[in-house]
Nanobody, 123 residues
Framework: QVQLVESGGGLVQPGGSLRLSCAAS????????MGWFRQAPGKEREFVAV????????FYVDSVKGRFTISRNNAMNTVSLQMNSLKPEDTAVYYC????????????????WGQGTQVTVSS
């Protein structure tokens, strides 16, 4: 079992930055591929980014490429999402999740989920 807790969300102006963190407890997350998803009101949950177990390979949805960076610290059992140049359309609840499926973009392949953290981009 893995427990995931996100933090770092909040209200930010367009063009601003936020850094989301995901703290894991229970089984070490170094054995999992870690992803970030988001869900805006009235929309389905959307893949944002995924990082490999060693933290080297990363993949992003096209809409955040060049603006968001996913990283992990296996020694600290944490995963982060640095979000720059934020846009109003980035407004959503952001979720951290763990999977054994390599670099999966499918939410149903993720076994463990955090409770989510709200990100609101507005002037």
């Amino acid at each position: 079992q893995v427990q995931l807790v996100e933090s770092g969300g909040g209200l930010v102006q367009p063009g601003g930055s936020l850094r989301l963190s995901c703290a894991a407890s229970g089984r070490t997350v170094s054995t999992y591929y870690m992803g970030w998803f988001r869900q805006a009101p009235g929309k389905e949950r959307e893949f944002v980014a995924v990082i490999g177990r060693g933290g080297v390979s990363t993949f992003y949805v096209d809409s955040v490429k060049g603006r968001f960076t996913i990283s992990r610290n296996n020694a600290m059992n944490t995963v982060s999402l640095q979000m720059n140049s934020l846009k109003p359309e980035d407004t959503a609840v952001y979720y951290c999740a763990a999977t054994t499926s390599p670099y999966s973009r499918d939410s149903y392949r993720y076994d463990y989920w955090g409770q989510g953290t709200q990100v609101t981009v507005s002037s």
